[in-house]
Structures are given as C-alpha cells and as structure tokens.
C-alpha cells in the first residue's frame, strides 16, 4: 500500500513537471535559434538537441523516476534500441543544454545536472569510432568526379579539399569565395572555425590534385551571381537557387560519389578527414602539424584519430616473449 501511495505521487509530480518541462522546451527551442543565427552552434546540432530533449520526454511520460536518473535513457537508447555512443551522446548533450538553460533561467532544480554522469566511447573510448577510407578508397572516390561538367568540377574541388586538407562538412558549407587566396604555388582558404562568426583558421591546398581540381572549378564558380552571399561553393541544381550549400547537400553529394566508388555503407563523410590524418602519419608527418591541419585545440583530440592505428601497427603483443627474446619481424625493427 506504501508502494502504491509512494509511485502515485510520482506520477502526480510528474505530470505537473511534464508540462512544465514542455512549456520550457518551446522557450528553449527560441534560444537555439538565436545560438545558429549567431554562429554558435549548427543548425544541424541545434535540431540534434531538439530531437534528443523531444525523446527524453516523451520516453519519460510513465517513467515518473527517469526524471531523477537520465543515464536510464541513455541506457535505454543504447541497449534497447541500438543506437551508436556517439549518437546517444550528441542526444544526451541535447538534453544538457536544455538542463542547463533551465537552471539559468532559475526554472529547473541544479540537482537534475548531476544525473548525467558521463558517456564514454565504448571499448577503449578513447578510439574513433568512424571509420576511415582507405587509400585506394580516397582515390578511387576522386576519380569518380565528371569534370567535364560545371557540377563535377565543383564536386571535384569539394572532394580534394576533404581528402588533401582534412577539412570538415561544415568548412565546405561555410567557405567564401573571397576568403580564398593564390600565392603563386598553394591555395589558402581561411575558414570559420567551429563556434565562431568570423574566419579564424585556414587550410592550406597543396596537393597537385587539390590545386588542379580548385583551378579547374573557380572558372565557373566566377560566372555565377550570387546576391548578398559570396559562397566557395554553390548549388547548381536546376530547380534550386545558386546559393551556399547546406551541410545536408554536402553530406549527400559525398556519399553518392562513395557508393559510385564502391566504398562500404558505413563510411561516413567524416571518414575522408580521418583518412587524411592517417595519411599524413603514415607518410611521416609529426603529430603536432596533423593538429594544426585538423585544428584541434587538443592533442588529445587529434591522437584518438590515430590512435586505431597505433594499437594495430606494431602491437605490444608481438612483443610478448617468454623465451626471452620477442617474435618483432625485421623489417618493422
């Protein structure tokens, strides 16, 4: 009977607090708003996190001690239905941020914050988990560009830019025209890093195949008017306006040129960036210029890039001798 009586006021508070958490969600979704029209988050994040804080309530409607427990949901979303740790954690920290406004806002209990915990990477977390493109992948899906077209031409500089740079989907999406620069032997394009308003960073394109593929496009990109905006890259569909690519168009264009190059399904877009990461390792780079290239704050950051291929290349295992001398073949001495 105390069990009873204990759960029904669960759900009575809970269903107050739905309703207001509900209220607080539409205040919370105008204050994304404002974060991608100021440059300090993506469009694409902010509607991540509004999915996340959408699921979190409505998973926890007959779930009145999930309020008090969140890593529950992310266990859940993990266990239950499947989904990736990098998925879930882009979910949960949705749901943070909504957290947090609501304690600024003086409309959410503090005590909520410390229910979160911390997600890790899985096996190892400290290891991406997206794999990379190979080599023969990355030059297989240059080559699939037509540039006998105006299209293919600008879909060839795009992928030259991602596999000799490192860049990321959104440099492409937020690259100017006017904010790249020839000095005679390299192109330099200053992009805006992630979370800021103006340009801040710059890639370098030094590649023969990068600075050809750039030469070839920036023709046709100098006949296209554009109103307002000075793109690098634009749509050229015939049913849409020749504006600024959206992440969304960008993320699709790469992968269509994947299956075209045969490169498996579960290769993200993403993977062109880590496969120029590890390139530059193999081929001697040091960690602390594959920083700069990747334009990460952290070291940290940039060695769980390489760090999949550290654990496969020259194992501690093969050292492993009980006989006093370890097995290491010659060649890799």
Request: proline content about 5%.
């Given at each position: 009977m105390k069990q009873l009586t204990t759960n029904r006021k669960l759900v009575t508070r809970l269903e107050s607090r739905k309703s207001q958490f509900e209220a607080l969600r539409a205040l919370w979704e105008k204050s994304l708003a404002q974060k991608v029209r100021a440059g300090d988050l993506s469009s694409r994040s902010a509607d991540t996190y509004k999915v996340g804080v959408r699921w979190f309530l409505d998973?926890?409607?007959?779930?009145?001690?999930?309020?008090?427990?969140?890593?529950?949901?992310?266990?859940?979303?993990?266990?239950d239905k499947g989904y990736s740790v990098n998925t879930v954690k882009t979910l949960a920290n949705g749901v943070r941020d909504f957290v947090l406004w609501g304690i600024e806002q003086g409309a959410i209990d503090?005590?909520?914050?410390?229910?979160?915990?911390?997600?890790?990477?899985?096996?190892?977390?400290?290891?991406?988990?997206?794999?990379?493109?190979t080599n023969k992948e990355v030059l297989?899906?240059?080559?699939?560009?037509?540039?006998?077209?105006?299209?293919?031409?600008?879909?060839?500089?795009i992928l030259a830019v991602l596999a000799y740079c490192g860049a990321r989907q959104s440099d492409i999406v937020n690259a100017n025209l006017h904010d790249l620069h020839w000095?005679?032997?390299?192109?330099?394009?200053?992009?805006?890093?992630?979370?800021?308003i103006e340009p801040?960073?710059?890639l370098l394109i030094l590649s023969t195949h990068g600075i050809e593929a750039m030469k070839n496009y920036l023709p046709v990109r100098?006949?296209?008017?554009?109103?307002?905006?000075?793109?690098?890259?634009v749509n050229m569909g015939r049913l849409t306006k020749r504006?600024?690519?959206?992440?969304?168009?960008?993320?699709?264009?790469v992968k269509r040129y994947y299956r075209k190059a045969g490169v498996p399904d579960n290769k993200t877009t993403h993977g062109m960036r880590h496969a120029a990461a590890i390139n530059a390792l193999t081929n001697?780079?040091?960690?602390?210029?594959?920083?700069?290239?990747?334009?990460?704050?952290?070291?940290?950051?940039?060695?769980?890039?390489?760090?999949?291929?550290?654990?496969?290349?020259?194992?501690?295992?093969?050292?492993i001798s009980y006989e006093g001398k370890y097995d290491v073949k010659k060649e890799d001495k």
């Open positions: 998973w926890v409607a007959d779930k009145p001690e999930a309020f008090e427990n969140i890593t529950l949901w992310r266990g859940y979303l993990l266990s503090p005590k909520l914050l410390s229910t979160f915990g911390k997600t890790r990477r899985g096996a190892g977390h400290q290891v991406h988990l997206r794999e990379p493109l297989d899906v240059l080559a699939s560009a037509d540039s006998s077209t105006d299209a293919g031409k600008r879909d060839a500089a000095n005679g032997k390299r192109f330099k394009l200053d992009i805006i890093g992630k979370g800021r801040d960073e710059s100098n006949k296209i008017p554009t109103k307002g905006d000075d793109p690098l890259f504006h600024r690519m959206s992440t969304r168009t960008v993320r699709n264009l001697g780079a040091p960690l602390d210029k594959i920083q700069q290239m990747l334009r990460h704050m952290d070291l940290n950051t940039t060695m769980i890039y390489l760090r999949g291929r550290q654990r496969e290349e020259h194992p501690a295992e093969e050292f």
